[in-house]
């Protein structure tokens, strides 16, 4: 049974929100890294809002984590790598590490070993649409569009018009 969260008004105020909690947290310029897939569209929503209040234009990258997950050989049938893109010199960066739902912690901590790979940001921070709680690594977002009640086996979904082809929502799917 699928359940809908929010709809695409609803998401588009808590990316709005989203922006306005990193524009308030920085007075200078940052980096939006999104996480494939999900979060680089959601990256560049945040960018464009955060210009749109006046702020400074944010760096945007994407990050394809493939290579740095802990499950690549035990759990993955046919992995496909993707685009890595920090077009930005990483060190001494502002990142934020944008993704649109924080689970387990694993995609995180993966983007943030090949962030570092790339050489040594003054910070990393993290910015989700969606938290849903359940962390296997003591990882926590330090922006949030919104946080829900999940059970570990449900299945949250977030659609976006750009890479779903269909309108933004947010569902969960629950498994009893």
Do not use: C, W
């Not at 569009?145 to 977030?158: C, N």
């Amino acid at each position: 049974m699928s359940e809908q969260l929010a709809n695409a008004s609803a998401m588009a105020e808590m990316v709005q929100d989203l922006a306005e909690q990193i524009h308030r947290s920085s007075d200078k310029q940052v980096a939006l890294v999104g996480i494939h897939t999900g979060g680089v569209p959601i990256a560049k929503r945040i960018a464009a809002a955060i210009e749109a209040l006046g702020g400074e234009a944010p760096l945007l990258g994407e990050t394809d984590i493939t290579l740095y997950r802990d499950d690549l050989y035990t759990g993955l049938e046919n992995p496909s790598l993707g685009v890595t893109r920090l077009p930005f010199s990483v060190d001494g960066a502002r990142i934020i590490l944008v993704d649109d739902v924080l689970f387990t912690g694993r995609t995180v901590r993966a983007a943030v070993d090949l962030i570092m790979d790339y050489g040594r940001p003054a910070y990393i921070k993290l910015a989700v649409l969606v938290d849903r709680g359940h962390r296997e690594l003591p990882i926590a977002a330090d922006f949030v569009g919104t946080r829900i009640q999940t059970e570990l086996a449900d299945r949250v979904t977030v659609a976006l018009r750009e890479t779903d082809e269909r309108e933004d929502e947010i569902a969960v799917q629950r498994r009893t």
